[in-house]
Each structure stands twice: as structure tokens, then as C-alpha cells.
């Protein structure tokens, strides 16, 4: 269904897009009669793969790497039009109620006759010149920030950022003040991550010398071949107490869920699945727990349950949860600090305000990116390392995360 309204979007953002060019073509003497054909020709290009991509769309991993870099510019179109078109709905949409009033006007016969009495004044014309004139720089200059936006997300797509966290955990034993968790989300294995650019990740997370790391689920993007690579990147992520995971939704999208936690599982990536494990140092301990992806109509609760019924102590949680979705849950159960991803950040990344990405993630989920606090619990949501629907990121570098903890 999503794949679905994506594709209505992207047509109907085209549709609208290459109708506002061509009436401004016609408006604008000065254009070169030719630009109309190119427009056609050029939207015609970058349209004919859509009905491709949403029949075979999960399927783009088996494409060789060199030739699926072909397909960046068409990528950078759309993400770049559909950006444009958003603006120029929502100029559009602001716009109504001035439109409307404008109407009700004329329908006022003497109202009316003054308004288009004013519309014929050289002054208004001067004006209605300048305020176009302005309209269109300002469209062009959008257009412009948006494509080399959208290019630069592809050409520094693999332009990560370490960030250094310390969260405080009350009660937490002596033994692991100063513990550090390295974390790392969103893998994404697939054509757009491959396994060179996973050794590359986990030679950079082995080299950050943290006592313990965990990997919060994605580990695919959609396909049971994707884990392949995967496993022989991430067999070589080494930390002194263990490497822990747990899987997302994309594990799941594979249809063999059971292989791929195998795969993962033999690679030196031990899953939590719906378990938990006590972490012992010095005769302290605290316990990490991990739950498969909550979804597909399942009681966040029966997950939780499962897990935390391997917990036989007093000590900390933390808990490998995907989604951070299930924060209040979290609370409910006495969870310390939640560990998730999912979000990317937002991936593409218009403006923060307030801490807050304005992204499509924001619209899912309050928890997009960075650490929150609720009640006696916190979650930290990491940005992830891959892509998912385009094969960039725009404000939002990929994440390799050290948290340290204290009390």
C-alpha cells in the first residue's frame, strides 16, 4: 500500500510539476519555443523507469553495483521534484483562502467593477511584473539548492559522524561506571551497502575500542542473499564482552527471517531474540535485552514479556529495540535505557528545529534521532549507516555511536 501511494505521489508530483514549466513557457515570450520539447523529452526519461521500479522495486539488490550507480541521477530527479513540488503545494495551499476571498468579491457587481478597474492601472501591472519576476527567481533558485542538495547527498553519502554520548543510569553497579556500548544501526546490506563499505564500518567501529557493541536490527535490506556479505563484513566486529543485535522490520521483509538470524548468528553477531543476556564484569552485571521487530499486529507486550522473563536480578536493563516507537513501554517495564534505530535520522533532512528533524520520519515517530528522556527511562535513536527508497542522505550523515556509561 505505501509502495502504492509513493508511486500515485511521484506521478502526480510530475504531472503537476511538468504542467506549471509548460504554462510558464507559454507565458514567457522570450522563451525559446524548443524548451517545450526538451521539457517532454526530459520528464519522459526520468518517468519511464517508475513503472519498473514499483513492480520490481525490492528486487534493484540483484543489479550489478557499476550498473546500479547508473541509476543516481534518476534517483536525484525525483528526490529533488518531489521536494520542489512539496513547496510549491504548500505556496499553493496558503495561497487559497486569498484566492477565494478574491472571488467572493467579484462576485459583488460594483466590488467587482472597482477591482478590475484597479487590475488596469499601471501601477498594479508594475507590481504584478515584479511580484512574477520575483516568484520565478525564487522557483529557480529552489530548483537549484534542491538538485545540488540532492547531489550532494549522493556524493557524500558515505560521509559518517562518531558521536560521543555519556548516559547516566541510576543504581548502576561500580564495575561499568566509564562502560562504553559502541552502537551501530541500519545496516542495510544491499547494493547500495556493500560489503566493502561494511568492512570499512566495522574496521572504524573495531578502531573506537569500545567494551562492548550492539547492532540494532536491519541488518538487510529486503533480500535472504543481502546477509551473505553482511556476515563476512561484520564476522570481523571484535569487543571484549560480546557484540549483541537484535532484528528490524527489514530482517523480516526477507521472508526467511530464520536463515538470515542464522547467518548473523554463525558471523560472531549474537541475536537477542526476544532474550536476554547478563553482562558480568568484576562480579557486577547488567542485563541487556533484545526483542525481535514489533510489528506485523503483535502486542509489543508479549515480546517484552518473553525477554524479561530471562531476568533474574535487580541489575540495569538495556533493552535492543528497532523501533523507538515503544518508549511508554519501555517505562512500563522498568527499562533503564532503550537502544534503537529505524529512522535513519530522517535520512533526508530539511531543517532541525528544536532538536527536531523536519524529515517524513518525523511524521512517524516524536523519537527520530539523539537521546530523550521519559519519566525514569531513556531511549537513544541512532541515524543509522545505510539507506533505504534512495540511495543518499541530505543532513544527515550516517552514525557510529560511543555511549558511555555513569550514575
Known amino acids: 500500500m505505501f509502495r502504492f501511494f509513493i508511486a500515485v505521489l511521484i506521478a502526480f508530483a510530475q504531472w503537476y510539476l511538468l504542467r506549471r514549466f509548460l504554462r510558464f513557457i507559454k507565458a514567457t515570450p522570450k522563451m525559446p519555443q524548443w524548451t517545450k520539447k526538451v521539457a517532454l523529452i526530459i520528464f519522459l526519461l526520468f518517468n519511464m523507469p517508475v513503472p519498473f521500479l514499483y513492480f520490481f522495486f525490492w528486487r534493484l539488490t540483484d543489479m550489478p553495483g557499476d550498473l546500479f550507480y547508473l541509476s543516481y541521477p534518476f534517483f ?36 467587482g467593477q472597482n477591482m478590475e478597474t484597479l487590475m488596469r492601472t499601471e501601477r498594479y501591472k508594475k507590481f504584478d511584473t515584479s ?3 520575483f516568484l520565478q527567481k525564487g522557483v529557480i533558485g529552489l530548483s537549484a539548492y534542491t538538485f545540488i542538495g540532492a547531489t550532494g547527498g549522493v556524493v557524500g553519502k558515505d560521509e559518517y559522524e562518531i558521536i560521543r554520548t555519556t548516559i547516566k543510569i541510576p543504581d548502576l553497579p561500580n564495575s561499568f561506571k566509564g562502560f562504553t556500548i559502541g552502537m551501530m544501526s541500519d545496516i542495510h546490506s544491499s547494493v547500495f551497502m556493500n560489503k566493502q563499505d561494511m568492512s570499512n564500518y566495522v574496521a572504524i567501529m573495531n578502531s573506537l575500542g569500545t567494551d562492548l557493541v550492539v547492532i540494532t536490527g536491519d541488518m538487510v535490506n529486503s533480500q535472504v542473499d543481502e546477509v551473505y556479505p553482511f556476515a563476512e563484513a561484520f564476522s570481523n ?5 560480546g557484540v549483541y543485535g537484535c532484528l528490524g522490520n527489514h530482517d523480516f521483509f526477507t521472508k526467511n527471517v530464520d536463515l538470515v538470524a542464522k547467518e548473523i548468528d554463525d558471523c560472531g553477531v549474537r541475536l537477542l531474540r526476544n532474550d536476554a543476556v547478563t553482562i558480568n564484569k568484576n562480579g557486577d552485571g547488567i542485563n541487556l535485552i533484545g526483542v525481535d521487530d514489533i510489528g506485523r499486529g503483535v502486542n509489543p507486550e508479549t515480546y517484552l514479556s518473553a525477554a524479561l522473563h530471562s531476568v533474574r536480578n535487580t541489575a540495569p536493563r538495556i533493552l535492543l529495540c528497532h523501533k523507538p516507537y515503544y518508549f511508554q513501554n519501555a517505562l512500563d517495564n522498568k527499562i533503564d535505557l532503550t537502544l534503537s534505530g529505524h529512522t535513519h535520522g530522517g535520512q533526508i533532512v530539511f531543517a532541525t528545529v528544536d532538536r527536531t528533524p523536519i524529515s517524513f520520519a518525523a511524521l512517524a515517530s516524536k523519537y527520530v534521532a539523539g537521546l530523550y528522556t521519559l519519566g525514569t527511562s531513556q531511549l537513544y535513536v541512532n541515524k543509522g549507516l545505510g539507506s533505504v527508497g534512495v540511495p543518499f542522505r541530505i543532513n544527515c550523515p550516517p552514525e557510529l555511536t560511543v555511549i558511555t556509561l555513569d550514575c
Open 76 to 111: 536525484i530527479w525525483h528526490m529533488a521534484t518531489l521536494f520542489i513540488f512539496l513547496v510549491l503545494g504548500i505556496a499553493e495551499a496558503a495561497k487559497l483562502p486569498l484566492t477565494i476571498v478574491k472571488k467572493l468579491i467579484h462576485i459583488h457587481p460594483r466590488i
Open 131 to 133: 511580484r512574477r519576476a
Open 237 to 241: 566486529l571484535k569487543a571484549q564482552y
